[in-house]
């Protein structure tokens, strides 16, 4: 089979440039595939973040042909074959090293978040109807790609105020949680920013495992949100029990 | 102790975040220790996220005559009676517990109808036994875990890779590491310190294992003089991707069969009829895998080389729910739709049942200080291991481990580290990039394994590995000289010329203790002694280094007691 070509992003935080490396292509060939023989043949201090090459681990985010993708579930053969492919380090967040970027902050965010927290005197009996709905967030497998495609994130830089899809993906899945007993709908308005989100959805798309973050996530806990602050009703009806007691 | 060095002090220290060493780091936590836990990955990341099938613990929630006796029996009878009785009794005992504390973490597995944990079949387990969570419950067990370890204020290291661990008069007292991101060292200072690095798989080419898995813990703890035990046990899963190249290895989970997925040869035989017929395709591992190498041996393989799973009789929808992972794997790298149409696989390197060898109740070394849990510990799985036994083993031992660490931290005073140590292991971690014109690692790492997998492989023989020993000895020679190119800034090429160092050791390991291991018992296959021999199934081989090198020597293990003997000798 022909070679392909890649032009792969090689620099660190003060800048870089695309290089382009000549890959044998086998078939069934995935991007991972194409950075490991690079690795192994051609530069062997390229970095590139990995661990599984099995789309369970999602350590292998990059940006290849200009959208965000595990690469270990990227194949060559479903990218088009005349041109070269190019490799890109995730734009949202700082680069380190070639393809391997800074995602502290999104270790940071997490630690903002309540822990799940069983409710007093839970008896730990519940159905499978119960958990499919939370089953779905769960799934995630901490690829960071919906980050990177978030335009509140990597256009407008709201890194202080928002903590990203992931985030609300995590605590959908506390919330909805049969167990859990406490909320943090006032953590979602106030620390994670999630009245920033203007429902896109870009992140649903590019998420490599299917979860509906817009529908079934971030929609959700809006409105969890607004009916606990903004819901008229609601609040005419905790003044006048707040009066009356 | 030099200021040359950015220092960090701990009561435990935990190499390694996957089950093992997160449980082990929760539990030293809980018993007010300050923990640090480094990790080679991001947190998260580890090679637990991959293992899929469930956590094997004897609930009885779906078959009611389970209990933990049953449970120890198919352990030791999965582990052809090679397992630490002890460990094996303690897993089976403590299990449930395990799962019930997951659970009360966040956990979410799959319920029963009656509202309770659901359990699957699987290979080996006489009853309905795997916790689980679709096919990704390692991933659910890494999550939960990995959240109540930062609600509870660990502080992790990530991406951080040790290179040696340090010692203070004979007690393993530290690490010295190096960040990946800047190649710059750091010592870890600590009163105990727990091995949970997991396995060895990188040094065959067919694997299931993660890059990570370059047998460090194991080489590191033999390093620095604590013994390993039963390293001729390497189990290959018998179903790994077979097609296409690059995906080749990548693990098709056994709950694929415990599903009710059948395996045939190319002319449609349903094959384990001839091998196992009792229990077909849930055997134990080293069973259907060497069922499956030996039909494509002798001709009976499909077209890549392997043998048909199939699991389309099942509904299209129930396999998707319950099979989610392995629905999309297979179609989108392998242009599979398992739902109409079967899988192709054959044996994959993935998981090692030998390692450091502990104490069962301690997970104590032969190190004072080192503690060791998860698949770094040899014991628990004898000769071979059952599926779903790995989780539960992660979670007893791992918390068996942190609980030991933290109580042995607070008997010991603050170890002394001395410099010479440090410094002997900082030069020898830069040696590559000293050295012009040497070799490239990866070079080095791809003709390692050749070796391991054509001649150490499912079936060994003397001749075989009498040769490999050879091929060790000279690969040992060109890994001393390797070249790295670049910077010490997150270098895989530097990286990987450390890392082969520890897999050369494990791999000489594994080929020693198989070349005087005459016998087959379950993983470990001779064509040259095709039976059990009732003399080495009393017999352990422990390896350890003295001044000359790579020690062998075999130890008898220690008679059952009677009311374990009692429970084996019954059948049910």
């Known amino acids: ?245 | 102790m030099s200021e040359r060095f950015e220092t960090h002090e701990h009561d435990v220290l935990v190499i390694g975040a996957g089950g093992a060493g997160l449980r082990a780091a929760i539990e030293a936590l809980g018993q007010g220790a300050s923990v640090g836990v480094v990790s080679k990955s991001l947190l998260g990341k580890a090679h637990t996220v991959m293992a899929e099938g469930g956590i094997a613990a004897a609930m009885a929630n779906v078959d009611s005559g389970d209990g933990w006796k049953p449970h120890f029996r198919d352990t030791m009878r999965g582990g052809k009676m090679l397992n630490n009785w002890l460990m094996a009794q303690l897993h089976a005992q403590e299990a449930p517990e395990r799962v019930k504390e997951l659970e009360q973490w966040g956990a979410l597995f799959d319920r029963t109808e009656d509202g309770r944990i659901l359990q699957r079949a699987f290979g080996g387990h006489t009853f309905r036994r795997l916790c689980h969570v679709g096919d990704r419950t390692g991933l659910e067990m890494i999550r939960t875990l990995q959240d109540r370890g930062v609600s509870m204020g660990f502080d992790v290291y990530m991406e951080c890779t040790i290179v040696r661990l340090l010692t203070d008069g004979g007690r393993c007292a530290g690490a010295l590491a190096y960040w990946r991101e800047t190649g710059r060292f750091v010592v870890f200072k600590a009163k105990s310190v727990v091995m949970a690095t997991g396995g060895i798989g990188k040094a065959w080419p067919i694997t299931s294992n993660s890059w990570e898995y370059t047998g460090d813990g194991i080489a590191l703890a033999y390093e620095a003089g604590a013994e390993l035990m039963d390293m001729e046990f390497v189990q290959f899963h018998p179903t790994g991707m077979v097609w296409p190249p690059g995906v080749q290895g990548i693990l098709v989970t056994e709950a694929v069969r415990g599903e009710g997925g059948i395996l045939r040869n190319k002319n449609g035989e349903r094959f384990m009829e001839r091998y196992d017929p009792k229990r077909m395709e849930l055997s134990t591992r080293d069973v259907v895998a060497r069922s499956i190498y030996t039909e494509v041996k002798e001709g009976r393989g499909t077209e890549h080389g392997g043998a048909y799973l199939d699991i389309s009789h099942k509904p299209a929808e129930y396999v998707k729910k319950k099979l989610p992972s392995m629905y999309h794997q297979f179609k989108e790298l392998a242009d599979v739709d398992i739902t109409k149409g079967p899988m192709e696989v054959g044996p994959t390197c993935h998981y090692m049942m030998g390692g450091i060898r502990v104490e069962a109740e301690t997970a104590q070394c032969s190190l004072p200080g080192l503690f060791a849990a998860g698949e770094a510990a040899a014991g628990l799985h004898g000769a071979n291991r059952l599926g779903g036994n790995s989780l539960s083993d992660l979670l007893v031992f791992g918390r068996r481990a942190g609980l030991a660490a933290a109580q042995h931290a607070k008997e010991v005073s603050a170890p002394n580290l001395g410099e010479g140590q440090i410094s002997a292991g900082e030069s020898e971690a830069l040696r590559a990039f000293q050295q012009q014109g040497g070799e490239n690692p990866y070079a080095v790492h791809r003709d390692l394994q050749k070796v391991m997998q054509s001649l150490v492989g499912i079936f060994r023989t003397r001749e075989d590995m009498q040769k490999a020993l050879g091929e060790l000895a000279k690969l040992k020679e060109r890994a001393a000289h390797t070249s790295v190119e670049g910077s010490r800034m997150f270098n895989p090429g530097w990286h990987m010329a450390i890392e082969l160092k520890s897999m050369l050791t494990v791999s000489e390991a594994v080929t020693r203790s198989a070349l005087v291991r005459e016998e087959s018992r379950g993983a470990h296959s001779r064509i040259d002694f095709p039976e059990l021999s009732p003399e080495w199934g009393k017999k352990n081989n422990i390896v350890w280094r003295d001044g000359s090198g790579m020690r062998l020597r075999q130890e008898t293990r220690p008679d059952m007691p009677a009311e374990l003997k009692q429970i084996l000798a019954e059948d049910k």
């Open chain 1, 1 to 245: 089979m022909a070679d392909a070509t890649l032009k792969v992003f090689r620099g660190n935080k003060d800048g870089g440039q695309s290089v382009e490396f000549k890959v044998p292509v086998a078939p069934g060939m995935v991007v991972l595939d194409a950075l490991h023989y690079i690795q192994g043949h051609l530069a062997q201090d390229l970095a590139v973040r990995w661990n599984c090459k099995a789309g369970k681990c999602g350590s292998c985010s990059a940006e290849v042909n200009g959208r965000p993708r595990l690469t270990c579930k990227t194949r060559m053969d479903a990218l088009p074959q005349n041109e070269p492919i190019t490799v890109m380090p995730l734009k949202a967040f700082p680069v380190i090293k070639d393809l391997v970027t800074d995602v502290s902050w999104n270790y940071k965010v997490n630690k903002k978040i309540t822990p799940f927290t069983p409710k007093a005197g839970a008896d730990w009996k519940f159905y499978q109807d119960d958990v499919d709905r939370v089953q779905e967030f769960r799934k995630c497998i901490e690829c960071f790609l919906c980050q990177d495609v978030c335009h509140v994130l990597r256009d407008h830089d709201k890194y202080e105020q928002f903590g990203g899809p992931r985030f609300f993906v995590r605590v959908a899945g506390l919330e909805m949680h049969p167990m859990d007993g406490v909320s943090r709908t006032k953590l979602l308005r106030d620390e994670l920013g999630i009245g920033l989100c203007n429902i896109t959805k870009c992140c649903t798309e590019v998420c490599p495992e299917d979860i509906h973050i817009t529908d079934n996530a971030i929609i959700p806990l809006k409105e969890r949100v607004v009916d606990q602050f903004y819901d008229p009703l609601v609040w005419i009806v905790r003044k006048i029990r707040g009066a009356a007691s």
